[in-house]
C-alpha cells in the first residue's frame, strides 16, 4: 500500500532518479561492509567487546571515505553520462548517508544472533513506517525524487537507533588489528565475487536512465520493488538460515537437517511468490493510476520473473 500511495504522485521519472541514486550508495555499503555483519553471525561464540568496537569504527572510517570518494565519481557520472541535472544533488545526498546504513550491520548481527527476529521485525517496520510517513506528504506537496530522499533518510535513522537500543549495544573507541585481520582473512575470498556479481543491480539503472530516460528506469524499479515485496518470504527465510547454521555448526546432524529445512523453506517461499506474482495488467495500471499504457507490460512482466 505504501508504495502504491508514493509512487502515483511522485511517478516514474522521479522515482527512476532516485532508485538510480539507491544502486550507488546500495553498492557502496556493499563494498564497505564487505561481509562484517556475516562474519559475525557465524562466529561459533559471541564475538567479543573488542571485536565489535572494532569492527564499528572500521566501518565508520570505511563509510566515511566511501562518501568523500562517491562525491567526484558521482559528479562526473552524472553530468558526462546521466546527464541529468535532477539526479546528481540526489545521489550526492544519498552517499553522505552510506555511514549510517553501514554501521548498522553490529547490532543487527547481535540481534540475528541470538535470533531475536521479532524486535529485528519491529524495527524495520517503523522505519518503512517512518519513509511512508515523510515521503507520502512531501510527495503529495510534488518534492518528487526529494520526497523518497526524506523518507530515506528518517528510516535510515530509525533503524540505526532502534538497532542499537534493541541489542543495548554501545560503542567505544577501540581498534584491534588483530581482531580486524581475523574478519578480512574470513572475508578476502567473498569480496571480489560479491562486488561483481552485485554489480547485478547496479547496471540497469545506470544503463537505462541515459539511453532510455529516467521513466524507462523507474520502471524498471517499480518491478524490482514488486519482485522485492512478492519474495519477501524467501529473503526471511535466508536471513534466519544463517543464523541458524551458525548456531549448529558444531554439530553435523543438526546442521544437515537445517540445511535441508531451509531449502525446503526457500522452495515453498519461492511458489508463494509465483502465486502471488499473477498479476494482471488491468491490475497494474488500476494500482499505480496510470493512463499511459505503454509501460504496463514491462510492470506486468515482474511476476513472469518471479515464477521463473
Not at 505503454?294 to 506486468?300: A, C, L, P
Request: charged share 15%; with cysteine; net charge positive.
Amino acid at each position: 500500500m505504501g508504495l502504491l500511495l508514493i509512487v502515483r504522485p511522485v511517478g516514474p521519472d522521479s522515482y527512476g532518479i532516485y532508485n538510480a541514486a539507491v544502486a550507488i550508495t546500495g553498492y557502496l555499503q556493499i563494498i564497505g561492509n564487505i561481509g562484517a555483519r556475516m562474519y559475525l553471525i557465524r562466529l561459533p561464540e559471541l564475538p567479543p567487546r573488542k571485536l565489535l568496537d572494532s569492527v564499528f569504527w572500521w566501518l565508520m572510517f570505511v563509510g566515511t571515505a566511501l562518501s568523500f570518494l562517491a562525491v567526484p565519481v558521482v559528479l562526473l557520472v552524472g553530468y558526462y553520462w546521466m546527464q541529468d541535472a535532477g539526479f546528481v544533488p540526489v545521489a550526492i545526498t544519498l552517499c553522505v548517508m552510506t555511514p549510517l546504513g553501514l554501521i548498522t550491520a553490529i547490532p543487527t548481527a547481535l540481534l540475528e544472533r541470538a535470533l531475536e527476529y521479532k524486535r529485528t521485525a519491529w524495527v524495520e517496520l517503523f522505519s518503512q513506517l517512518g519513509f511512508y510517513v515523510v515521503g507520502i506528504p512531501l510527495a503529495l506537496m510534488g518534492y518528487g525524487a526529494w520526497a523518497l530522499v526524506g523518507g530515506h533518510g528518517l528510516s535510515l535513522l530509525i533503524a540505526l537507533v532502534g538497532f542499537y537500543v534493541s541489542a543495548s549495544y554501545v560503542p567505544k573507541w577501540c581498534w584491534d588489528r588483530a581482531q580486524l585481520r581475523d574478519m578480512g582473512r574470513y572475508i578476502a575470498a567473498q569480496t571480489t565475487a560479491t562486488w561483481i556479481y552485485e554489480l547485478r543491480r547496479l547496471a540497469p539503472p545506470m544503463l537505462l536512465l541515459p539511453l532510455a530516460g529516467a521513466s524507462a528506469a523507474g520502471y524498471l524499479a517499480i518491478a524490482n520493488r514488486l519482485l522485492d515485496i512478492l519474495s519477501f518470504a524467501q529473503t526471511a527465510v535466508q536471513r534466519v538460515s544463517a543464523s541458524v547454521y551458525a548456531h549448529v555448526q558444531k554439530d553435523r546432524a543438526k546442521l544437515m537437517e537445517a540445511i535441508y529445512r531451509s531449502a525446503q523453506a526457500q522452495m515453498l517461499a519461492l511458489n508463494e511468490s509465483a502465486v502471488g506474482g499473477c498479476t494482471k495488467r488491468g491490475d497494474v495500471q488500476l494500482a499505480f493510476g496510470v493512463v499511459d499504457t505503454t509501460w504496463v507490460s514491462r510492470v506486468s512482466f515482474a511476476p513472469q520473473l518471479a515464477r521463473d
